[in-house]
């Protein structure tokens, strides 16, 4: 396992999603490209030094706190989080990069956490969902989703609340159409695309107000 | 007629009842606290994998884990399915192994080796000619006199053929459980629909397969739940495998799907497909139905969906084939068999309107009286409907003549569903502080059950819903029913109803002489307990709860029960506006609207939420879903995210709710609403799609490739 520490190429979701891509294709099949190429473009580039294959210890800075821990450099930050430390928030549902159950915030951009190795995030500034809010007080994107009833069984809704803050973060003001592309990452089987779509705007409003206020 | 003490309030005194209300578990989702099946993590958990058949029907002839035995860290190996015997469909479980990591159970599975004899598979039914001995003839009804009725030379007839096929449930949390015994102790945490019923299925399996432990030793939790749908109301043998490895290894053991085998083998809507042929006078009213259906749901074959659906056509003659394929079982889909029986009617309808030249509104409503004692709701609702889709001034004769490539159109689709509440037993506990608790071993799938609870509660006692404490999703709790067919909300709400109007009862009956007022004068409003009409005699809640001194007050809600306080059987009407780009064969939503009743609506934000995700998974099957077996191997090439779509954001157009409501839906009580809403989508959008483009696109989904084959078809005819 080769390994290079501290600096990822495109790893992020950009504000154009591959959804976009894959809507548009005529049949399912032929999308497949689409998505192995973008998968492809996640791995880091190669540097001499080979680690594994057995354990290796890594610090991961997530929610502002080191985490020391070893692993297998096979092991996905994902899995990192929820086997290792707990942090169950991030879900794997697909488990290759389509639908953003898995997000976390990397260095402010949000990163798809099964498609990234725990020895790779090292040295970068992660946040996951446990880290946008403590007991008794959430985070506005969080109050918009529960005003909205944007979230059913739940299981899709963390990864959607983190997708959410990081695209705010770049995109403070954004109208039904930006929150339409930005969002194309992340799926629900339950259906609350409607209701996500109203708590966007209206995070953005409370987020605006408060920056306002400041 | 002396009032039944349980009754609903009048709508005059209903405060909370009917409002639109925050979900009450909404924060712990949005935070990320909410736990999962898939989330338990425990001291010394073991990881659980499973080596599954590459073939869709073969022969095991030998097996050897040896090696896999060897791999540092695996604890447990497991034969589930040995030698001799024959796997109906690929994907299915053979050995399971538990390690102590995800990827040293994954390196197990690849060591270890298997040898088949293969076996002819057969895996598509869409072609009925093909099925040969896989087709079964699986009954079939005659009503009235439908040879004379077609041959009635002044009626008009219209024939097609049309379908829908096997999609998968594809739950974002996929199926599994955790095991762990503490002595002869068993205690699961399950992905499930069913917490009450599991233990009792897993008990009885265990005992069949030799491990002796009594259904009472054993406790399920599940407090969330990840999508269920209809899939996941049994342990399934992975559930029964899991218990068994946690037993051999002395450890708890997690047992979560791959995503590939929850694709393959963990979800399966049956197909359905039928040549139809139906009739109607020139003046629209129908008079005849002759359909010939088959479908697969895997090797178990299918029944009837119920055709003709919705309206009752007084001459018809209908066949279904039941068509067993190697291909994962059929579960229940939402709306078991409706989401076909929508498909196959109202499309053979909307092409029997269109050679009629009428307009779709006017026909389904002019044949209305059809539905028989709904009647009135579907016209109800299909004027709602119309209004807010703008019908008069969008819709236009099959085939948009408008220049361009783009081609607009409206569809319109009506479906029913039954929807009693199940039966349901709850504890509603009320302590001397004043906090109170209802407790059941009931679930919540995201569809609101939590909060209806507390709003009911809340209602009864006077309290804001924050005041109830809601405890769901352990199987030691009051048994209540499992979650499917839209029971569960005619379920808890009524034991909660009727649990909470009695321990209201035994609370003023404590409280009374304090007040001197007689118990029966007494009410429960606004956090307190008062005089009926001298609101100066009261007491706050809590000084109230403080009466009963030491003693907590435990009152058991059951249903059924006294007072009918639900019933049974919907309406409910959608219509779909989209373009399709004729140059691409892309089908965009524009619009749909849904106008829906369920009788009493406990909580109108939550239900309306239901109707909402309803129709995006009805957008979804519509335009992406369909489990794509391969001819050759057998298998589901599909059999993950990227290639089995679901619709994102971008996909659904504008959508609108109307929930019916008021006078003439309310007095019915409550009645369930996870299926109904589910189960037009597909022909609404079908329809609209067909008036788009003036040629119908026989089978969903409605992808471009079909759209394009439909057009170059219809253009050459
Ligand atoms: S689990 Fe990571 S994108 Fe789906
Ligand atoms: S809320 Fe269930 S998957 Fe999104």
């Known amino acids: ?214 | 007629m002396a009032k039944c003490k349980y009754d609903w309030p009048e709508a005059s005194d209903r405060r909370l009842i009917g409002k639109r209300i925050n979900r009450i578990d909404g924060p712990t989702k949005s935070s990320g606290r909410a736990k999962y099946t898939y989330d338990i993590n425990l001291p010394g958990l073991l990881v659980a994998k499973i080596y599954r058949s590459p073939y869709a029907h073969a022969k095991i002839t030998a097996i050897d884990t040896s090696e896999a035995e060897k791999l540092p860290g695996v604890k447990t190996v497991r034969i589930i399915q040995g030698v001799g015997k024959e796997i109906q469909w690929a994907g299915d479980e053979i050995v399971a192994v538990a390690a102590v990591s995800e990827d040293i159970a994954d390196d197990a599975v690849r060591k270890i080796k298997v040898e088949f004899e293969q076996l002819p598979h057969f895996v598509h039914e869409e072609d009925l000619q093909q099925a040969g001995d896989h087709a079964k003839e699986a009954g079939g009804e005659k009503g009235g006199d439908p040879d004379k009725a077609f041959s009635d030379p002044d009626v008009v007839i219209s024939e097609g053929f049309y379908g829908i096929p096997t999609i998968t449930h594809c739950c974002l949390e996929a199926h599994g459980n955790v095991a762990e015994w503490t002595g002869a102790n068993l205690r699961t945490y399950s992905s499930t629909q069913n917490v009450s019923g599991l233990p009792g299925q897993i008990g009885q399996a265990l005992r069949e397969q030799g491990v002796n432990v009594p259904d009472n030793n054993i406790e399920t939790i599940c407090n969330y739940v990840g999508g269920g749908f209809g899939s996941k109301f049994s342990p399934d043998r992975w559930g029964i495998e899991v218990a068994k490895l946690a037993k051999a290894a002395g450890k708890p053991v997690k047992l979560m799907l791959d995503r590939n085998m929850e694709m393959e083998v963990a979800g399966a809507r049956p197909s359905g497909y039928a040549q139809i042929k139906v009739a109607a006078k020139k003046d629209g009213t129908i008079v005849a139905w002759d359909s010939h259906s088959w479908g697969t749901g895997g090797p178990a074959g299918t029944t009837m969906p119920p055709l003709p659906y919705v309206l009752n056509i007084p001459n018809k003659i209908t066949r279904h084939t039941s068509i067993s394929t190697n291909t994962g079982p059929g579960r229940a889909w939402r709306a078991p068999n409706h989401p076909q029986a929508a498909l196959l009617t109202m499309c053979a309808l909307d092409d029997l309107a269109a050679k009629l030249n009428m307009d779709p509104v006017e026909f389904f409503s002019k044949n209305a009286d059809l539905a028989g004692e709904r009647a009135e709701v579907y016209r109800q609702e299909l004027r709602k409907a119309a209004e807010l889709i703008d019908w008069q001034k969008n819709w236009h004769p099959r085939g948009d003549k408008s220049a361009g490539t783009i081609k607009r159109g409206l569809g319109l689709s009506l479906h029913t569903w039954g929807g009693r509440g199940h039966n349901s037993n709850c504890n509603v506990t009320i302590h001397p502080d004043g906090s109170v608790e209802v407790t059941l071993g009931s679930q919540d799938l995201g569809t609101g059950t939590r909060t209806v609870i507390a709003v009911v509660a809340a209602e009864t006692l006077g309290l804001p819903v924050e005041a109830i404490r809601v405890n769901i999703g352990d199987s030691k709790f009051p048994s209540s029913g499992a979650s499917g067919g839209s029971t569960t909300v005619g379920g808890v709400s009524a034991s909660t109803r009727r649990g909470s109007v009695d321990a209201l009862q035994q609370l003023l009956a404590v409280v009374a002489p304090s007040l001197g007022v007689p118990a029966d004068q007494l009410v429960a409003v606004d956090g307190h307990i008062q005089a009926k009409g001298d609101a100066a005699k009261k007491l706050t809640w809590k000084e109230a709860c403080a009466k009963l001194q030491v003693k907590t007050l435990q009152v058991t809600g059951k249903n059924p029960g006294q007072c009918a306080l639900g019933s049974s059987g919907v309406g409910g009407v959608q219509i779909a506006d989209v373009s399709v780009d004729t140059e691409t064969g892309l089908v965009k939503i524009h619009k749909m609207v849904a106008a829906q009743d369920c009788g009493l609506i406990i909580d109108l934000k939550t239900a309306e939420s239901q109707c909402y995700g309803a129709m995006i998974m009805g957008i979804t099957y519509a335009l992406f879903e369909e489990k794509v077996m391969d001819r050759a191997t057998g298998r589901m090439l599909n059999n993950n995210m990227e290639f089995y779509k679901l619709a994102g954001i971008g996909d659904i157009g504008e959508l609108v709710v109307h929930m019916m409501t008021g006078p003439g839906y309310d007095e019915r009580g409550t009645i369930g609403l996870g299926e109904p809403p589910v189960i037009s989508p597909g022909a609404a959008i079908s329809n609209a799609v067909a008036n788009a483009l003036g040629v119908r696109v026989p089978t969903l989904p409605i992808t471009p490739d079909k759209v394009l084959a439909a057009l170059e078809k219809g253009g050459a005819a």
């Open chain 1, 1 to 214: 396992m080769r390994r290079k520490k501290g600096k990822l190429r495109e790893l992020h979701k950009e504000g154009f999603s591959r959804r976009d891509f894959l809507k548009g294709a005529s049949m399912a099949v032929s999308t497949g490209l689409l998505a192995t190429q973008e998968a492809g473009a996640a791995t880091p580039e190669t540097e001499p030094g080979v680690l594994g294959p057995g354990a290796v210890p890594i610090t991961l800075e997530i929610n502002g706190k080191p985490h020391s821990l070893k692993v297998e450099p096979r092991v996905t930050l994902l899995d990192a989080l929820r086997n290792r430390l707990d942090l169950t928030g991030a879900k794997k549902v697909c488990d290759r990069g389509v639908c953003g159950a898995c997000t976390v915030i990397l260095d402010g951009r949000p990163v798809y956490a099964c498609n990234l190795l725990a020895i790779e995030a090292e040295g970068h500034h992660i946040v996951t969902i446990e880290g946008l809010s403590t007991e008794g007080k959430l985070h506005p994107v969080m109050t918009a989703f529960v005003n909205h009833d944007a979230q059913q069984c739940g299981f899709c809704t963390p990864g959607f609340v983190v997708a959410c803050k990081a695209f705010l973060d770049k995109h403070p003001d954004p109208t039904r159409e930006d929150v339409e592309r930005g969002l194309g990452g992340n799926l629900c089987r339950c259906g609350t695309y409607a209701g996500v779509r109203e708590a966007v705007l209206e995070a953005a409003k409370t987020l605006k107000g408060g920056r306002a206020n400041g």
